[in-house]
């Protein structure tokens, strides 16, 4: 079992930014991936950045690419999402999730993930 708490999120102008931290623990040893998902009402819950814990590897998706950064400290167990350039449509839930699927797995599909944080909320403002 992983345990996962979000936090770092809040209420910022468009242009402004926040940094999301989410903190595993319990059985980390055995992570591969750490993800970041997000939520917006009415809509699917999509990918926004993955990390692969070993190697430092990260995927993004084309709408934060350049305006968003996922790193992570190990020693910390814990992984951060920074967001700059915020824009109205990056309010969301957003999700931490954690996966022991082998590392070439497809970190944008969520069933790669095993285990997800209780989310929390970011919303920008025009």
């Known amino acids: 079992q992983v345990q996962l708490v979000e936090s770092g999120g809040g209420l910022v102008q468009a242009g402004g930014s926040l940094r999301l931290s989410c903190a595993a623990s319990?059985?980390?040893?055995?992570?591969?991936?750490m993800g970041w998902f997000r939520q917006a009402p009415g809509k699917e819950r999509e990918f926004v950045a993955a990390?692969?814990?070993?190697?430092?590897?990260?995927d993004y998706s084309d709408s934060v690419k350049g305006r968003f950064t996922i790193s992570r400290d190990n020693a910390k167990n814990t992984v951060y999402l920074q967001m700059n350039n915020l824009k109205p449509e990056d309010t969301a839930v957003y999700y931490c999730?954690?996966?022991?699927?082998?590392?070439?797995?497809?970190?944008?599909?969520?069933?790669?993930?095993?285990?997800w944080g209780q989310g929390t909320q970011v919303t920008v403002s025009s």
């Open positions: 990390i692969r814990r070993s190697s430092g590897s990260t």
């Open positions: 999730a954690a996966s022991f699927t082998p590392p070439w797995s497809a970190t944008m599909i969520r069933s790669t993930y095993d285990y």
């Open positions: 319990g059985r980390t040893f055995s992570v591969v991936t």
